[in-house]
């Protein structure tokens, strides 16, 4: 085949490819499809991907430049990820360029070479004699030694970002080092191959009838597409599940590619799976450096990478040869992308498994309403867990009618008298509210003036122990002001409740006792979470307040009453996934409570304790609730009984956004509705105007067609570069 032209995929925000001559001395070796070349652009030089070769073109001649170079490195994106990333392209009608820019660590999307040196790892020193090396009381030391050395002699050691992620430190590494305990070495990234030690048997459990159906089944399909989604509560076993299930793909030296959806999750999960396998695990996560995710991609490309581990957009992983994928807490908001690219991991993960022709198994406690119907309409395996592994319960959920309750600082005298009972017999509460700061708003108590944002019009939250405003929407701060803006009075006062306030007010209501805040302020810190959950794994806090960051994931083993104080918000919102999502937090919460032998107790204080979904979810489990919000869908034809695509548009302009959208009204399109244009939730945000327009059809093909049309009009309108608009495909988020 010749190769004498090339179209290329570009990181600019157009939307086509890009054709370009191959000079002819560049034309050996053959040119392959995924390959990295330097080309001209606009006067700059960029790093594209070659997407089609061709011998002839249509373009004439002297429009055509030639390529400057071709990247020689050979890491490339291999061909079946490539035709992934164009399958995706077409799903979510983005860019090609964009997406394979997503999907290359920075490091090769650069125009200077990386460094290509291999990734170090670190190995217990052989026959090294422990005794007397390691004090007693350094316990992390020693664990830290452990998790090197492995129980059977670990023949992959372990690199500094897996260490890290476990939640050790440099210092603890070198003090091993200065003794003469731990090697590091250069590790070349050769396929790995399993071995009789790369199962650690003794850590392996034995199943329950409901999970050993699970891992059959998976198993039978090893080398056929079939999704699978494991519904089990908190605790019931679905990790176990997953480590069985990759067993008979890593034996066969096949690669299992797990996506998490966030940090918090992973060092357990990490450790969990560290434990089981000695094989070559590498992670991809936010907390990496790019040298680091340059490491993991190039482990996960020569076939060393066992097992890669990894948020949402670990599924771009171009590991060659994959056997398996696992989809953890399958419903998490966080797997959906919400910018520039907007792809859902999950989704994006059955598409790669189903050209892989492999099997994708989903777990999560509250699965999803499109994957729970999936499941029940029998296009997925369906597998519930339904007992809890060794003898805890699940923890039971009361409403708390706070309607005629006297409430100090938001918490009712019921949740009080709680939650010092349960300090009393020295157990753990967990108070979870999703607001951080002081105080969602001050307010001037003489003329009711709101200290509002002015890019968003929405009220700054007050952050007390910074002494600041801060707009949530779109970050904006500024120092406290001590005087009414309105009025000049300086009555100000904050209104509502944060987590800072509730910390406060907490620490001063139980002084004896330790209280521990965790949200995204108190974790700024690398490193911060992992010491706060370690400490209170330790028990060192009695009380832990959290927003949905502590809400996942997470062991606490110790917690036996869980409060949630604020969820009378999602029952009136105007998103018809708020009471999923609600229901999906409310269930989740309660799962970190009572997880030992100790029964777990869930307060969930409420102003509507006789609302019929509060009622669902309390006496019936989520399950129950979710049967019922698919009929409610099914009636509305909305997701996942119909489809919708949510354009936004945004500009510095009142009027343009609206005008822009509503051009499209003047067109009809088969099977396909238009809702809006309206105005965003945020009509107002970091000083932009903002309208929404929803695209919807019960059928997908119809909506794809249609929505080929829709953005090639829209490009076409004369405000087309004025407004700032983007295409969200299945969206999920309809608040911004
Ligand atoms: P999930 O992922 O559903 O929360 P895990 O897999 O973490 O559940 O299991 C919860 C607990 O139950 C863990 O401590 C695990 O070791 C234990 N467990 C899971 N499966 C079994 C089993 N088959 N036999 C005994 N213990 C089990
Ligand atoms: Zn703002
Ligand atoms: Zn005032």
């Not at 605790?235 to 890593?250: D, F, H, N, P, R």
């Not at 034809?637 to 609206?658: D, K, M, T, W």
Request: proline share 5%; hydrophobic share 40%.
């Amino acid at each position: 085949m010749s190769q004498n032209y090339i179209e290329v995929a570009l990181p600019v925000p157009m939307r086509q490819l890009f054709t370009y001559e191959v000079p002819e001395s560049m034309q050996s070796p053959d040119l392959c499809l995924g390959e990295r070349v330097l080309v001209p652009f606009a006067g700059r030089q960029l790093v594209g991907i070659v997407v089609n070769t061709a011998d002839s073109c249509d373009i004439e001649e002297s429009k055509l430049k030639p390529i400057i170079s071709r990247v020689t490195d050979k890491y490339h994106l291999p061909a079946d990820l490539l035709k992934f990333l164009q399958t995706l392209s077409q799903y979510y009608h983005h860019p090609i360029g964009d997406i394979c820019q997503q999907a290359l660590p920075v490091l090769l999307r650069q125009l200077e070479q990386p460094d290509l040196s291999f990734q170090t790892r670190w190995f217990a020193e052989e026959g090294c004699d422990l005794t007397g090396k390691i004090s007693a009381t350094a316990k992390k030391q020693q664990a830290l030694f452990d998790t090197i050395a492995g129980p059977e002699g670990q023949t992959h050691g372990c690199s500094w970002p897996e260490l890290r992620t476990l939640g050790f430190t440099k210092a603890q590494l070198n003090a091993l080092d200065s003794k003469g305990l731990i090697t590091e070495r250069e590790i070349i990234p050769e396929p790995f191959t399993w071995q009789a030690k790369s199962l650690v048997e003794s850590e392996r459990l034995t199943l329950s009838a409901e999970q050993a159906l699970v891992v059959a089944a998976v198993n039978q399909s090893k080398n056929q597409f079939s999704c699978h989604l494991v519904d089990g509560i908190t605790g019931s076993g679905k990790t176990e599940v997953y480590l069985q299930a990759m067993e008979q793909v890593l034996e066969q030296n096949k690669q299992v590619l797990v996506i998490v959806p966030e940090i918090g999750l992973t060092p357990q999960t990490l450790s969990r799976f560290e434990q089981r396998f000695h094989v070559p695990i590498y992670l991809h996560h936010s907390g990496l450096n790019d040298k680091e995710r340059l490491d993991t991609w190039r482990a996960a490309y020569r076939g060393h990478a066992a097992i890669v581990i990894g948020t949402r957009s670990a599924i771009f992983t171009p590991a060659n040869d994959v056997g398996l994928i696992i989809v953890d807490e399958e419903h998490d908001a966080s797997l959906k992308q919400q910018d520039s690219f907007r792809y859902h991991g999950r989704d994006a993960a059955i598409l790669r498994a189903r050209q892989l022709n492999i099997p994708i198994v989903l777990g999560s406690a509250t699965p999803s309403l499109e994957s729970l119907q999936n499941a029940l309409s029998g296009k997925y395996h369906y597998h519930q867990l339904t007992t809890r592994a060794g003898n805890s319960v699940q923890a039971k959920l009361s409403l708390v009618d706070v309607s005629q309750q006297q409430m100090e600082h938001g918490i009712s005298g019921t949740v009080k008298h709680a939650i010092a009972q349960t300090l009393a017999r020295k157990e753990q509460v967990l108070v979870f509210l999703n607001r951080r700061g002081f105080a969602p708003a001050i307010n001037c108590k003489e003329c009711n003036w709101v200290a509002d944002c002015n890019r968003c019009n929405k009220p700054f939250t007050y952050h007390q122990h910074d002494q600041l405003l801060v707009c949530h929407h779109c970050g904006n701060q500024k120092r406290i002001i001590k005087q009414c803006e309105q009025c000049g009075s300086v009555r100000l006062s904050p209104i509502g409740q944060g987590t800072e306030q509730l910390e406060t007010h907490l620490s001063e209501w139980f002084s004896e006792n330790s209280v521990v805040r965790i949200d995204r302020d108190s974790t700024r810190r690398k490193g911060e979470l992992t010491k706060l959950l370690q400490a209170i794994a330790n028990k060192e806090h009695d009380i832990l307040i959290g927003t949905q960051m502590l809400a996942k994931g997470h062991h606490f083993p110790d917690v036996t009453l869980v409060v949630i104080l604020d969820v009378d918000g999602a029952l009136f919102s105007f998103d018809f996934r708020a009471a999923e999502q609600m229901a999906q937090l409310l269930v989740q919460v309660s799962g970190r409570a009572g997880r030992a032998s100790k029964p777990g107790k869930v307060l969930i204080q409420t102003q509507y304790p006789q609302h019929p979904l509060l009622q669902d979810l309390v006496n019936n489990g989520y399950k129950h609730f979710a049967q019922q919000a698919l009929v409610e869908r099914r009636l509305a034809h909305l997701p996942p009984f119909g489809y919708q695509v949510l354009i936004r548009a945004e500009a510095n302009y009142p009027s343009y956004p609206a005008k822009f959208l509503s051009s499209l009204s003047q067109f009809a399109f088969d099977e396909v509705e238009l809702a809006g244009p309206m105005p965003a939730a945020m009509e107002k945000k970091a000083g932009k105007y903002r309208y929404h327009l929803i695209v919807q059809s019960e059928s997908r093909p119809k909506l794809h067609t249609a929505m080929r049309q829709i953005i090639q009009l829209l490009q076409q309108h004369e405000l087309t570069n004025k407004v700032r608009w983007t295409v969200d495909i299945d969206p999920a988020d309809f608040s911004w």
